[in-house]
């Protein structure tokens, strides 16, 4: 394809930057999505891309929708799956792993955490699923 001068495009590293995330991410998962737009142009020797394009689909396929969750209030696991598509075995095994944080209450049967807990863990998780 022959770049357009009149179209300014954005490399992958840029779109990394922008949207604070790793380049390999783009390059290698975010860029093969099928609804990831075709390159306009070239950058050296980098593909750009139409940045209000890129936009649209990282909005639809990888960025996770805000959560509304009540800071002081505890959740179970299961409730966080329903409220944030995250599957309660999930959020269990990462705890097991220390990618999750640990629970706020454990005096019932079922772990609780507050809804600030979560949303600051969710702060770090990604948004992108194989779907």
Request: aromatic fraction near 10%.
């Amino acid at each position: 394809m022959v770049a357009n001068p009149d179209q300014t495009g954005e490399t992958l590293q840029q779109i990394a930057d922008r949207h604070g995330r790793a380049y390999n991410t783009l390059k290698a998962q975010w860029s093969r999505h099928p609804a990831w737009p075709d390159h306009i142009g070239k950058e050296g020797r980098f593909y750009t891309y139409d940045p209000a394009a890129v936009d649209a689909v990282i909005a639809e396929y990888f960025s996770r929708p805000p959560v509304t969750l009540e800071s002081r209030r505890l959740y179970t696991a299961r409730e966080i799956e329903e409220l944030t598509g995250i599957k309660a075995v999930t959020i269990r095994a990462d705890v097991s792993r220390g990618r999750w944080p640990a629970p706020d209450d454990i005096s019932g049967r079922a772990h609780r955490w507050a809804g600030a807990t979560v949303k600051e863990a969710l702060k770090g998780r990604r948004a992108y699923g194989q779907s």
